[in-house]
């Protein structure tokens, strides 16, 4: 299975690691730290040294009860960041639900980009199928919007659900021109599920990954980490490795986290073991 990005070329053979940058003021974990251009390009670039696949840049808060950034904030966050960045090696992202922006970013370089709203903002599918470039999509589930998207959280199968849902969103995609090896599916954690919600989805997420496209899962530092641990955003890597690997063992091919180095080296470990063979000297 490949993945392809732009001008980049993905092999999933082993989980990939996306790297979370936010340049927004308002983020849930590390909102603020990154706004200033030379902040955000140190930190892009030192999460490619730790064996960054996938560099993923957000200029638009999604949290719950986050307010709406408009275009030209985030095209005034992003452009210029992508446009220093293109040389880094690594293939760039850009999470943002804004067809506008979205053109904007590919022509400044970007190789993926990632929308939670699984383009359905008019112009957003448009956008992609019409790129000069064959950058990839992130097809996220969400139910509501960001601001409103924890009140009365209600699903009859969840799974079935969240399948469903990504299975008609890659399907139109395809339908309108984007090639199978450009598309990403995502549950969504946390996007208007409950804690409950969340495990369920991902005890089951062979279910998502039997869809055909590769999985990536964003359960970073994320709340049911937090509700699970007791522990506060800045102290729940453990337990995000945790999720990582539960994921990955499930299927997943790509982990969107804000702990790049920690990642690394637990998939190392994972990859390892799952790929282990005996030489000749032991095998005696
Ligand atoms: N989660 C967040 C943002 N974008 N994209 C995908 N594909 N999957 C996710 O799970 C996902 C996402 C929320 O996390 P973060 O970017 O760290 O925080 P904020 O939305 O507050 O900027």
Redesign the pocket.
């Known amino acids: 299975m490949i993945l392809r990005c732009g001008r980049f070329e993905l092999a999933l053979d082993r989980p990939r690691v996306?790297g979370?940058l936010?340049v927004?003021p308002?983020?849930?974990?590390?909102?603020g730290r990154f706004l200033e251009m030379d902040a955000a390009l140190e930190h892009a670039r030192r999460m490619i040294e730790e064996g960054a696949d996938i560099i993923?840049i957000?200029a638009?808060?999604?949290?719950p009860g986050?307010t709406p950034t408009s275009e030209s904030d985030e095209m005034r966050r992003i452009v210029p960041l992508l446009e220093r960045l293109a040389g880094a090696g690594a293939p760039v992202s850009v999470?943002t639900r804004k067809p506008a922006v979205m053109r904007a970013a590919i022509a400044a370089g970007a190789s993926m980009i990632?929308?939670?709203a699984a383009l359905r903002a008019p112009g957003a599918l448009e956008t992609l199928a019409s790129a000069t470039k064959p950058v990839a999509v992130?097809l996220?589930h969400m139910r509501g919007e960001?601001a409103s998207m924890q009140q009365r959280v209600a699903y009859t199968d969840v799974v079935a659900e969240v399948r469903g849902f990504l299975a008609e969103r890659a399907g139109a995609c395809e339908a309108a021109g984007i090639a199978h090896e450009r598309i990403?599916v995502?549950p969504?954690?946390?996007?208007g599920k409950t804690v409950a919600h969340n495990l369920v989805l991902l005890r089951e997420l062979a279910q998502i990954v039997a869809l055909g496209y590769p999985v990536?899962?964003?359960?970073?530092?994320?709340s049911t980490i937090g509700t699970i641990t007791g522990r506060e955003v800045g102290e729940r890597v453990a337990g995000s490795l945790g999720a990582a690997l539960a994921a990955v063992a499930r299927g997943a091919k790509l982990v969107?986290v804000?702990d790049v180095r920690e990642t690394v080296d637990a998939l190392k470990v994972w990859n390892a073991v799952e790929t282990a063979a005996l030489g000749r000297a032991e095998r005696g």
């Open positions: 996306m979370v936010n927004t308002d983020s849930f974990s590390d909102g993923d957000g638009e808060s999604t949290r986050a999470d990632n929308d939670v992130c996220m960001p990403v995502d969504g954690f946390g996007f990536l899962v964003g359960l970073s530092r994320k969107r804000h």
